[in-house]
């Protein structure tokens, strides 16, 4: 059994989703999130560079969708990707997850019998 994250071999939801959130959790207002890595898109919230268009992927996300990734401010990101979990952590469905790897040809994540995360599948269309 492995605790490694599914989301390893993933990142379909930082290449899927507009990552927005509130503006504090950015430095300039005491956060974690550095500022030159979001955009603002109201008075009061800001996303991600790369996330608030037609195509959207993090500027953070380093490595290729469904083949290995990894967050480049993990340890500062936002609430917004803190909150966002692998389908099944803690036997928790996630049917955000399961469609953001459907966009990239990507199999749900299954869950163990226990409900925790199995081994991740990777298979594109």
């Not at 989301?7 to 030159?36: I, K, M, Q």
Request: glycine share 8%; aromatic share 6%; hydrophobic share 35%.
């Amino acid at each position: 059994m492995s605790d490694v994250s599914p989301c390893l071999n993933c990142g379909a939801c930082c290449s899927h989703f507009r990552v927005s959130f509130y503006w504090g959790d950015c430095e300039s207002a005491g956060g974690t999130v550095p500022d030159e890595l979001v955009s603002s898109i109201s008075p009061s919230r800001v996303a991600m560079l790369g996330t608030d268009c037609k195509s959207p992927r993090c500027a953070a996300l380093q490595g290729e969708v469904g083949q290995g990734t990894r967050c480049s401010i993990y340890e500062k990101r936002s609430s917004t990707c803190r909150e966002f979990e692998a389908s099944w952590t803690d036997g928790v469905h996630n049917p955000d997850c399961d469609a953001a790897r459907a966009a990239f040809g990507l199999l749900p994540v299954e869950p163990m019998d226990s409900g925790k995360v199995t081994s991740l599948i990777v298979a594109c269309a």
